[in-house]
């Protein structure tokens, strides 16, 4: 992917999509891609630096941090850079700015900080494992369950109420 850099002149803002090479997204990502990335790329260029912005939206597949299950997880990023036509990137004779490695770094750095299975994933128990989107353990039940039956159910909205405000006071 190259940026003509004749179209930048007098000030003009140049941008355009591009739809990298997947081969080059999976190795870059170690994940395989649920569809294209997509680049979006604009520059404008005052004397002689061009100021190039470099998004990246895309979706690969992944396991959720909680349980461990098959999902799909986000891959965006926005990086700014400045570009200089002294830089090697840079062919006097064509006039264009090769963008090949800053849209690899751009790609790079669009690895998802997170997957989740869904939104309101319950992960797994800390104490025994079992994958609590498939219902409660035992040992769950313990510990953030207070039943009807439980002598202590009648204090259990205090000890909300309590946590909420910041006062332990019952
Ligand atoms: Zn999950
Ligand atoms: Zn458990």
């Excluded at 999976?26 to 520059?43: C, G, K, M, Y």
């Excluded at 999902?71 to 200089?84: I, P, Q, R, T, Y």
């Excluded at 090769?98 to 690895?111: G, H």
């Amino acid at each position: 992917m190259h940026v003509d850099v004749s179209q930048l002149t007098g000030g003009r803002t140049w941008s355009g999509d591009y739809t990298p090479d997947t081969e080059v997204v999976e190795s870059l990502l170690d994940s395989t891609a649920v569809r294209p990335f997509n680049v979006a790329l604009s520059a404008t260029m005052v004397e002689d630096s061009i100021y190039l912005r470099v998004e990246v939206d895309g979706e690969v597949y992944a396991r959720c941090d909680l349980c461990g299950a098959a999902c799909k997880a986000h891959c965006g990023c926005v990086l700014d850079d400045e570009l200089s036509l002294a830089d090697e990137a840079y062919d006097a004779e064509s006039n264009e700015y090769d963008l090949t490695s800053i849209i690899e770094e751009a790609l790079a750095m669009s690895a998802p900080r997170e997957a989740r299975c869904s939104a309101e994933c319950k992960g797994l128990c800390p104490r025994c494992g079992a994958n609590l989107n498939h219902g409660h353990c035992g040992c769950a039940k313990e510990t953030i369950y207070i039943g009807e039956n439980n002598p202590f159910g009648a204090i259990k909205d205090l000890i909300t109420g309590g946590a909420e405000n910041g006062s332990t006071k019952v």
